[in-house]
């Protein structure tokens, strides 16, 4: 069965790339979207180390109710990967309040909801790993990105704290930094860059491993850094 992980938006992109990469490591995996559908579609069937739940993460009550499912059903979590988000781009001035609310409810807010259910159990067993997938727009804003990287540098600012507080309890913290990845991110307009691809990114994340992308000169907090970092 290996370590159970939870991931978040598992049904695409780099959380699917994470999830296989989890699988193919001989891990167990609860994997989550909205769309439960979409993940089951993205997967083999494999009711022994794959169990496919539907979770809004801004929905805090689902998100603790899928930790009791896990737990129930597999007896721990040893891996959180918190990686549900998405960006929404343009000038700043054409956002509306609730366009921008939404962004930090998924970004921000889903992650610590999901993270505020797994933790109790996590303390309690004085392990575990959580992995933020944030991005390099969590280090560098630019025009045009302003609020995306708004709900990122929130993220990160709140994962970095937390992180100090987690340490003591036996809970380590992995902060993941990408650059343009080819997935349906930004409505399929993300490219890829640099040398790392998403499947390189899943691998780290699979083996906890930090790294920085050294191919560009790139240093970490580098916009052309592609970097995870332990936090
Ligand atoms: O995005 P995409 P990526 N609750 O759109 C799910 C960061 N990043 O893999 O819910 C729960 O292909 C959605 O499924 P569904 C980025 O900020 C990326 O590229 O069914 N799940 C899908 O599975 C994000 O944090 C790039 O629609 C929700 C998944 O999330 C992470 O990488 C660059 C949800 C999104 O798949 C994954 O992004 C960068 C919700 N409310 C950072 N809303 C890049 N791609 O270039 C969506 O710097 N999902």
């Known amino acids: ?29 609860v994997a989550t979207a909205r769309s439960a559908e979409a993940v089951r579609d ?26 009791a499912e896990a737990l129930e059903r597999f007896g721990a979590i040893d891996v959180l990967v918190n990686n549900a988000g998405y960006a929404e781009l343009g000038f700043f001035e054409t956002f509306t309040d609730a366009a921008v609310r939404r962004q930090f409810e998924v970004n921000l807010f889903g992650a610590m909801s999901v993270a505020r259910a797994v933790v109790p159990h996590m303390r309690g067993r004085r392990s575990g790993l959580i992995v ?24 990160e600012g709140w994962m970095e704290g937390f992180a100090q507080e987690l340490a003591p309890l036996g809970v380590r913290s992995l902060l993941v930094e ?29 083996q906890h491993r930090a790294f920085v992308d050294q191919a560009n000169g790139a240093q970490p907090g580098d916009p052309k850094a592609l970097a995870a970092r332990i936090v």
């Open 1 to 29: 069965m290996g370590k159970v992980w939870l991931v978040t938006g598992a049904s695409r992109g780099l959380g699917r790339e994470i999830t296989r990469a989890a699988l193919d490591a001989g891990q167990t995996v």
């Open 42 to 67: 993205a997967f083999v069937d494999d009711p022994d180390r794959l169990h496919v739940l539907a979770l809004d993460v801004t929905d805090a009550e689902a998100a603790r109710a899928v930790v």
């Open 132 to 155: 933020t997938i944030s991005s390099v727009s969590g280090v560098v804003s630019n025009g045009g990105g302003s609020v995306y990287s708004a709900s990122k540098f929130a993220l």
């Open 178 to 206: 990408p650059g343009m990845l080819r997935t349906e991110f930004m409505d399929g307009k993300s490219a890829s860059f640099g040398g790392i691809q998403i499947s390189d990114y899943a691998e780290a994340v699979a």
